[in-house]
């Protein structure tokens, strides 16, 4: 037995060898290792996805050049996706006199989210009050999202939600009015807000003029749910005039408009007329019609357009005497060849001017217009609510909420008083470092009316330490954004009912000379001049001629720093001369001084604050 398992075990060990033998003979003339073989296998799989990925492409790009549209043009939304290509130098500022200083109030997202009523806003106004807050500047009482039902009403007007707010908004409004202070609402650029609730996307006009019938001044517009406006216009066979009621009078064709860019006559077979104006999309270019009415008055535009199969919407600007009407085409399967869309426009005797043209190349001009077009609802609506009542117009601050992505600060100041540059706040330092990171760069675009939002504060939130607390207070301070409380402000009063004058996150917020700095009428923010040793160097110019000074120290780590004033005040944004000693004024101890240098010692995001004038 010992000898026959011992010639299985040689069988076995010889089989072994004889297979691994005849591996290498097998393969003895490949020229490639299993490796290499892999990676051919990969590179080859990669060029036909290229490959795939070319042919798409020219497929798509000769599909949508027939198909009447600029494709070049087309592909700007994809290499700029946040440039702003429209023409925003020449637009008007939404209003400098809305908010010719940064807002400050309070609101209720931080610390309550969804859970608010009527009774927690009501009490959180009378907080304001007794503590001191609306003495200090803090005006508004902003209800974000969850304050509204899910049901409009049957006029189709957003209301309260039934429950939490009985009596209704307008009467929540008048209320806080009383106390002395403004009360601000939320919805959504978007079909839903961010909690699923009703939103103006759309509807614009009618909740613009809802909330400004109930007396609103604030109004945060966010951006969840939001859709982008399509780049892509039909071709357009012709226009048809008429008055309502009766036939075209009037029917303009394509030979009969000028044209800029690449918009053009192009040949359509499958049009009655053959023709058709193309490349309208994406920027490319504009038809201009010059028709002569006789009777000033209202008129039915109808365009006649060529209906081709599109998954998406496809949108027209249609400029009347500069006045802009936006037509937006649903996607289609086409089943016919023709399609029309009517507007009403108004015309002035003799002649006039009516411009096609779809501007949308980005994200950001799609922003912009959508941006806009609620901030000019909101302005009319004050006016009509003025003028049907007889007092006074109580114009909205207008608050754009689209997190910093499409580059707001680059049109903001057409659109809305001030923009968000970054997504959400929280109450933990990462994140108040990360946003000042982002935003303090942006000083360039700060002015009155139009400001730069870092988002509302988080004093008094989460567990940031004091010195945390009077360093995120001071930095919005110094980059002149909107001071918006986020805490619960019942907890500044004490049981019996009355303001803790030594409560650290009160004293805080109502730091008369930080609030100062912050509402200089100026309105120019601070610029970071250099960081030494971790600690950044920010200053900004006020309108009395003097410089604020703030030393942050962004380090987890005690630093010093020492700093000569005419050195550190050259910078021209500062418009600063030196001088042979300043007047210092520190503003969180309160010490005041004389003096050429400034030196420090700074806590773990730490800062110092200084006011600098010359003597």
């Known amino acids: 037995r010992p000898a026959l398992n011992f010639g299985r075990h040689k069988f076995k060990i010889h089989r072994a060898k004889s297979l691994k033998t005849n591996f290498r003979t097998k393969h003895k003339n490949t020229p490639f290792t299993r490796q290499e073989v892999k990676f051919m296998g990969f590179l080859t799989a990669l060029l036909i996805i290229l490959i795939v990925a070319i042919?798409?492409?020219?497929?798509?790009f000769v599909v949508y050049r027939f198909g009447g549209k600029c494709p070049i043009c087309a592909l700007e939304k994809i290499t700029k996706p946040t440039k702003i290509t429209m023409d925003v130098e020449n637009e008007e500022p939404y209003s400098?006199?809305?908010s010719p200083t940064p807002p400050m109030g309070w609101s209720s997202w931080n610390t309550f989210r969804q859970n608010i009523s009527e009774d927690l806003i009501l009490d959180t106004a009378a907080a304001m009050k007794k503590t001191g807050l609306l003495d200090a500047g803090y005006r508004y009482i902003n209800l974000d999202d969850c304050w509204q039902s899910s049901m409009r009403d049957e006029n189709g007007r957003l209301q309260g939600d039934l429950e939490k707010f009985p009596s209704g908004i307008k009467s929540l409004i008048y209320n806080i009015n009383q106390m002395g202070m403004k009360v601000g609402l939320y919805s959504s650029n978007g079909t839903l807000t961010c909690e699923d609730l009703p939103a103006s996307l759309g509807r614009e006009t009618l909740d613009a003029q809802t909330i400004a019938e109930w007396g609103c001044e604030f109004f945060k517009y966010d951006f969840c749910h939001h859709k982008i406006i399509s780049g892509a216009a039909p071709v357009i066979e012709a226009l048809e005039i008429s008055e309502p009621g009766k036939k075209a009078e009037l029917t303009l064709y394509p030979e009969n408009a000028e044209f800029t860019g690449r918009a053009r006559v192009l040949q359509v077979k499958k049009l009655p007329t053959g023709k058709g104006i193309g490349l309208?999309?994406?920027?490319?270019?504009?038809?201009?019609?010059?028709?002569?009415?006789?009777?000033?008055g209202a008129y039915v535009l109808t365009l006649l357009i060529h209906k081709q199969f599109t998954r998406n919407e496809e949108y027209l600007q249609v400029v009347v005497n500069g006045k802009v009407h936006e037509v937006f085409f649903p996607s289609t399967k086409a089943p016919s060849p023709t399609g029309r869309a009517q507007l009403i426009i108004r015309l002035r005797a003799g002649e006039n001017e009516i411009v096609l043209r779809n501007p949308v190349k980005t994200r950001a001009d799609s922003s912009f217009i959508q941006y806009q077009r609620m901030g000019n609802a909101l302005k009319a609506a004050t006016k009509k609510v003025a003028f049907e009542t007889g007092l006074r117009e109580k114009p909205i601050t207008f608050s754009i909420c689209e997190w910093g992505l499409a580059s707001p600060w680059n049109w903001g100041f057409a659109a809305g008083n001030m923009w968000r540059t970054t997504p959400d706040i929280m109450p933990k330092w990462f994140s108040i470092h990360m946003i000042y990171r982002r935003n303090?760069?942006?000083?360039?675009?700060?002015?009155?009316?139009?400001?730069?939002?870092?988002?509302?504060?988080?004093?008094g939130n989460g567990k940031l330490t004091d010195e945390e607390n009077r360093t995120h207070f001071s930095l919005w301070c110094m980059m002149a954004a909107p001071l918006v409380l986020g805490n619960d402000l019942r907890l500044l009063l004490g049981t019996d009912g009355e303001p803790n004058p030594e409560n650290p996150i009160l004293k805080t917020v109502t730091n008369k000379s930080l609030i100062l700095i912050d509402q200089d009428p100026l309105g120019k923010a601070a610029k970071k001049l250099k960081t030494i040793?971790?600690?950044?160097?920010?200053?900004?110019?006020?309108?009395n001629g003097d410089i604020a000074l703030c030393l942050y120290n962004k380090t987890a780590h005690v630093r010093g720093v020492s700093i000569d004033i005419t050195e550190t005040a050259a910078d021209e944004y500062l418009n600063f001369s030196p001088a042979g000693s300043y007047q210092v004024h520190e503003l969180w101890s309160d010490e005041r001084f004389n003096t050429k240098m400034i030196s420090a010692s700074l806590q773990k995001h730490g800062c110092r604050v200084y006011r600098i004038s010359k003597q």
Do not use: K, Q
Request: charge should be negative.
């Open 55 to 60: 042919i798409a492409f020219v497929v798509w």
């Open 280 to 296: 309208l999309n994406h920027g490319a270019g504009t038809a201009i019609f010059r028709p002569v009415i006789n009777t000033a």
């Open 440 to 459: 303090i760069g942006l000083y360039a675009h700060s002015a009155p009316g139009a400001w730069n939002d870092p988002d509302m504060l988080e004093v």
């Open 533 to 543: 040793h971790g600690i950044d160097i920010l200053a900004r110019p006020l309108s």
């Open 96 to 98: 400098a006199e809305t």
